[in-house]
């Protein structure tokens, strides 16, 4: 199918706002009690509103203003040296185009309900989006080596896409995969998934699967600790890296 690769805001059909304003009416009040404040917050400093697709130009100036990051507009998944480097210019790439109604809650790709609606509040956040910068520079720094790019997948999903964070002591959700999914956000916080504190070591041994809820997640304590946690993941990844090499070489 050929998707947008900008976006042209008359192009949206009354269909598409239907579909914006019914995923955006179902999932807030799930996020309401269990989103992380910071999510919350920037919905409104982006002016995020069920009545309106999000326009990129106006996003891009209020989130451009407060921490220099963009959207980059694709039309589909990049590939992933394409991807990190855009993140490397504070580029996040994001799809433009919406699902159907008859695909609420299946999509074989992301669109803009998850790049937008579950990625863009935190990029507002400046330890947030330094942690993702940072990510990307250790990611092109080992682009070529396979290990290191599943490795930094790994600490790409229980973060950016499935991360909880811990608030005046309760569990909060932060990452954009659970956002915007419907059945997620009370599966994550329920009683049989388990919760484990942030621990790069032990991310790069867990494995996770794509095609379902996850049954595992990570817990930080702060957007500053995911930030800080950076050295060790380029430590933790230069050792493992060294050690898969045969000796000799
Ligand atoms: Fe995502």
Sequence with gaps: MNRPTQQVYENYTPHDFAVWETLFNRQMPLLKDTASNEYLEA????????NRIPDFREVN???????????HVVPCISPQKDF?????????????WLRTMEQLDYLEEPDMFHDVFGHVPLLTNTSYCDFFKGISTIALEHIENPLAVELLGKIYWFTIEFGLIREHGKKKIYGAGIM????????????KVTHV?????????TNYRNDQMQNLYYVIDSYEQLYNSLDEINTGLRKRIKASKPIGI
């Design 84 to 96: 990190f480097q855009l993140l490397s210019q504070k580029k996040f790439t994001a799809t433009c």
């Design 180 to 191: 915007s999914s419907f059945g997620e956000v009370k599966h994550c916080l329920g009683d």
């Design 61 to 71: 100036t209020i989130v451009g203003n407060l921490t220099g990051w963009n959207l």
């Design 197 to 205: 504190d942030f621990d790069v070591e032990k991310i790069f041994s």
């Design 43 to 50: 919905h409104k400093t982006i002016k995020f509103s069920p």
